[in-house]
């Protein structure tokens, strides 16, 4: 049994290489037998690169209102209460609506490959 207790000091700007715009994540569970969980605060219009997890993702919205899109769809809205579930190796990218926050909690599991960085026709 492991207990992760939560940060003292609060959330954490985390401006990687992997968003765009203004994010926060909450790191609720670091790399454990290749499972992470992250709450993840997107600012309007914030979004992930693309990338794809080893085995999957998912996504339980808990905040505002979001998309996704899975490359070659379109992108489709997630808001509070949704979960989303991303299969194996699927590329894709997720972040809050133009005009609303979203908070998700992103179960990962297994290693995250990043790609480039969502443009505005994607």
Request: with cysteine; net charge negative.
């Amino acid at each position: 049994m492991r207990i992760v207790h939560g940060r003292a000091d609060g959330i954490g700007s985390d401006q990687r290489d992997t968003v765009t715009g203004e994010v926060w994540f909450d790191p609720v569970l670091p790399a454990t037998d290749g499972v992470t969980i992250t709450t993840v605060f997107f600012a309007p219009g914030a979004r992930t690169y693309w990338h794809r997890h080893e085995n999957g993702q998912i996504l339980q919205v808990l905040a505002g209102r979001g998309l996704i899109c899975t490359d070659g769809e379109r992108p489709r809205t997630i808001s509070a209460g949704d979960t989303v579930w991303v299969p194996p190796g699927e590329r894709h990218w997720h972040g809050a609506a133009p005009d609303s926050v979203m908070t998700h909690t992103a179960i990962s599991l297994g290693a995250t490959s990043w790609a480039e960085e969502v443009t505005d026709d994607d």
